[in-house]
């Protein structure tokens, strides 16, 4: 057994409104510079969509994520080093800008300085590659808010495969349209198949905490690792030549302080912690024959904090001791492995993703209600969850390669937690039977239920500090130069870069240590006056 940790995250989608707030805020801190127009790091999606980049869940045309060969072993979807080599200067299997989107702004001057006259003056879209008028034809958000509209639902890889399965599931019309929101950002995969396809060895995986990053120093712009990762999560930069994906906000994590997209969720529904895995499994897991079979086979490579033999060992591994009490009072841990209602994304990829998501039940209750029948009655719901308007189908394809049982499994919890907590509520007696139901005590629910409705900000972000070493060390002012892109000449140091004006990137202010542990005492001070002195 070869103890790891891993900060991971769980996305709990019964509460996701759509607001982008997340998207918005991490484009703000981490991607609002040149070079980086098209890039979002953190974004939403409406489902059945699209998706962004366009269609990037269709393997059998992006080539990313793993498979097994005939061997049984694993590789990459992408092909080996000799395909890669034949390739590396004309790498076709990659999105293109149109994929992603032309991003744009707008010529607001000409509202300013057109002259009088009869007509009102327009802001045309102006192009932010090259400065000239350009039609707005797709975006990021383009199909928003847009689930069920032929136009758009049916281009959804995952409503193709659901309707060769059952095809009388996903129709489009009115009464039988369906949506949710689908927060992404960076998998930061225990088998990251970014990392593997990466010529020049700059993508690694941080053996402290295992988020995944790219050197910028050993970079070289080959861009295999955007088509490796089957998430299509990592970007290239068209100022500086560099692939950039999310960090994870290592620096925010490192003090202690949680993701900006989640620090920002609106809807509180983002829960951050310590996961320990055994990294000795990982290979076997991710190799398992059967595609529905891999949620399971990955539960199988995390360990329990708890138990005596994972403590000594993750000690004998050298990881911190207020690391494994992290695992042990992990959100995280306690949603994947402890009541199971969270499901990985898209396992059949065999990257084994490490952000987690509840599935939406919402819509049932919806349903139910406006039927005449009492949404929130177990009975009713147990026997729904069956009839979703979201067809288990659609889900089980997003979350669990196809195999519907853990997404009713997942549900029915959720179900059974909604009904035990309504009767204690109104103050009658809970059912026994619903719990049963589910195999969980009525103290599991209810414990379930203070984690996912109402827990407080320590409850949700359970994240230990770095050593102050390794944060100094790994402080982006701690370069002679800043940014190793910054040196005189380099491809950091601004002006107009190949793709035209305001291309170039401009020199970026230096992070330190500090001011995270600022941060950190203004965002969780409960005095003012500390506050100030932070």
Same mark, same amino acid.
């Given at each position: 057994?070869?103890?790891?940790?891993?900060?991971?995250?769980?996305?709990?989608?019964?509460?996701?409104?759509?607001?982008?707030?997340?998207?918005?805020?991490?484009?703000?801190?981490?991607?609002?510079?040149?070079?980086?127009?098209?890039?979002?790091?953190?974004?939403?999606?409406?489902?059945?969509?699209?998706?962004?980049?366009?269609?990037?869940?269709?393997?059998?045309?992006?080539?990313?994520?793993?498979?097994?060969?005939?061997?049984?072993?694993?590789?990459?979807?992408?092909?080996?080093?000799?395909?890669?080599?034949? $390739?590396?200067?004309?790498?076709?299997?990659?999105?293109?800008?149109?994929?992603?989107?032309?991003?744009?702004?707008?010529?607001?001057?000409?509202?300013?300085?057109?002259?009088?006259?009869?007509?009102?003056?327009?802001?045309? +879209?102006?192009?932010?590659?090259?400065?000239?008028?350009?039609?707005?034809?797709?975006?990021?958000?383009?199909?928003?808010?847009?689930?069920? %509209?032929?136009?758009?639902?049916?281009?959804?890889?995952?409503?193709?495969?659901?309707?060769?399965? %059952?095809?009388?599931?996903?129709?489009?019309?009115?009464?039988?349209?369906?949506?949710?929101?689908?927060?992404?950002?960076?998998?930061?995969?225990?088998?990251?198949?970014?990392?593997?396809?990466?010529?020049?060895?700059?993508?690694?995986?941080?053996?402290?905490?295992?988020?995944?990053?790219?050197?910028?120093?050993?970079?070289?712009?080959?861009?295999?690792?955007?088509?490796?990762?089957?998430?299509?999560?990592?970007?290239?930069?068209?100022?500086?030549?560099?692939?950039?994906?999310?960090?994870?906000?290592?620096?925010?994590?490192?003090? $202690?302080? +949680?993701?900006?997209?989640?620090?920002?969720?609106?809807?509180?529904?983002?829960?951050?912690?310590?996961?320990?895995?055994?990294?000795?499994?990982?290979?076997?897991?991710?190799?398992?024959?059967?595609?529905?079979?891999?949620?399971?086979?990955?539960?199988?490579?995390?360990?329990?904090?708890?138990?005596?033999?994972?403590?000594?060992?993750?000690?004998?591994?050298?990881?911190?001791?207020?690391?494994?009490?992290?695992?042990?009072?992990?959100?995280?841990?306690?949603?994947?492995?402890?009541?199971?209602? %969270?499901?990985?994304?898209?396992?059949?990829?065999?990257?084994? +993703?490490?952000?987690?998501?509840?599935?939406?039940?919402?819509?049932?209750?919806?349903?139910?209600?406006?039927?005449?029948?009492?949404?929130?009655? %177990?009975?009713?719901?147990?026997?729904?969850?069956?009839?979703?308007?979201?067809?288990?189908?659609?889900?089980? =394809?997003?979350?669990?390669?196809?195999?519907?049982?853990?997404?009713?499994?997942?549900?029915?919890?959720?179900?059974?937690?909604?009904?035990?907590?309504?009767?204690?509520?109104?103050?009658?007696?809970?059912?026994?039977?619903?719990?049963?139901?589910?195999?969980?005590?009525?103290?599991?629910?209810?414990?379930?239920?203070?984690?996912?409705?109402?827990?407080?900000? =320590?409850?949700?972000?359970?994240? +230990?500090?770095?050593?102050?070493?390794?944060?100094?060390?790994?402080?982006?002012?701690?370069?002679?130069?800043?940014?190793?892109?910054?040196? =005189? $000449?380099?491809?950091?140091?601004?002006?107009? $870069?190949?793709?035209?004006?305001?291309?170039?990137?401009?020199?970026?202010?230096?992070?330190?240590?500090?001011?995270?542990?600022?941060?950190?005492?203004?965002?969780?001070?409960?005095?003012?006056?500390?506050? =100030?002195?932070?």
């Amino acid at each position: 057994m070869r103890v790891m940790a891993q900060i991971a995250m769980v996305m709990n989608l019964d509460k996701c409104i759509g607001c982008h707030t997340c998207s918005v805020t991490c484009k703000q801190a981490w991607t609002n510079r040149q070079g980086m127009e098209y890039v979002w790091f953190n974004n939403v999606e409406t489902r059945p969509g699209q998706g962004y980049p366009r269609r990037y869940e269709d393997q059998e045309k992006w080539r990313g994520g793993w498979e097994l060969n005939k061997r049984g072993a694993l590789k990459l979807k992408a092909g080996g080093r000799l395909h890669k080599l034949a $390739g590396i200067f004309s790498n076709p299997k990659l999105p293109e800008i149109k994929d992603y989107y032309e991003p744009w702004t707008y010529d607001y001057k000409n509202l300013t300085d057109a002259p009088l006259g009869d007509d009102y003056p327009v802001a045309r +879209p102006i192009s932010q590659l090259d400065g000239k008028p350009m039609k707005i034809e797709w975006s990021s958000n383009w199909d928003d808010n847009l689930a069920g %509209a032929p136009a758009y639902g049916d281009l959804d890889p995952i409503v193709e495969r659901t309707r060769q399965q %059952a095809s009388d599931k996903v129709r489009f019309e009115f009464e039988q349209t369906f949506m949710f929101y689908l927060p992404r950002i960076c998998e930061h995969c225990l088998n990251p198949a970014c990392v593997a396809s990466c010529p020049s060895g700059a993508m690694y995986k941080r053996a402290e905490d295992g988020i995944v990053l790219v050197d910028q120093d050993h970079c070289r712009g080959w861009r295999m690792c955007v088509t490796g990762c089957p998430y299509k999560k990592v970007y290239f930069n068209h100022s500086t030549g560099k692939a950039e994906k999310c960090t994870m906000c290592y620096p925010r994590v490192e003090v $202690g302080l +949680p993701t900006v997209c989640s620090e920002t969720c609106v809807g509180r529904l983002r829960y951050l912690g310590v996961v320990l895995y055994d990294a000795d499994k990982v290979a076997a897991a991710a190799s398992v024959q059967d595609e529905k079979a891999l949620y399971e086979a990955q539960l199988g490579v995390f360990l329990d904090p708890e138990d005596r033999e994972v403590q000594r060992a993750a000690e004998a591994a050298g990881i911190p001791h207020d690391w494994v009490e992290a695992a042990r009072r992990s959100p995280v841990h306690a949603l994947i492995s402890k009541y199971r209602v %969270a499901l990985p994304l898209h396992p059949e990829y065999r990257t084994m +993703p490490m952000v987690w998501y509840i599935p939406p039940l919402s819509p049932v209750v919806d349903a139910l209600t406006e039927t005449g029948h009492d949404g929130e009655d %177990a009975g009713n719901l147990f026997g729904a969850i069956d009839t979703l308007r979201i067809p288990l189908e659609y889900l089980a =394809e997003v979350f669990t390669a196809g195999d519907a049982e853990p997404v009713r499994a997942s549900l029915e919890k959720l179900a059974a937690m909604r009904a035990h907590m309504r009767a204690i509520n109104l103050g009658e007696e809970p059912d026994a039977s619903v719990t049963d139901a589910v195999g969980m005590k009525p103290e599991e629910i209810e414990s379930m239920y203070r984690l996912l409705a109402i827990a407080k900000y =320590e409850d949700r972000y359970v994240i +230990p500090t770095a050593a102050v070493g390794d944060a100094r060390r790994l402080e982006e002012s701690a370069l002679p130069e800043g940014c190793s892109l910054d040196h =005189e $000449g380099g491809p950091g140091m601004g002006g107009d $870069g190949p793709f035209g004006q305001d291309s170039g990137r401009k020199h970026l202010p230096l992070v330190s240590v500090e001011n995270f542990h600022g941060l950190r005492r203004r965002q969780t001070s409960d005095d003012p006056a500390d506050a =100030e002195e932070a």
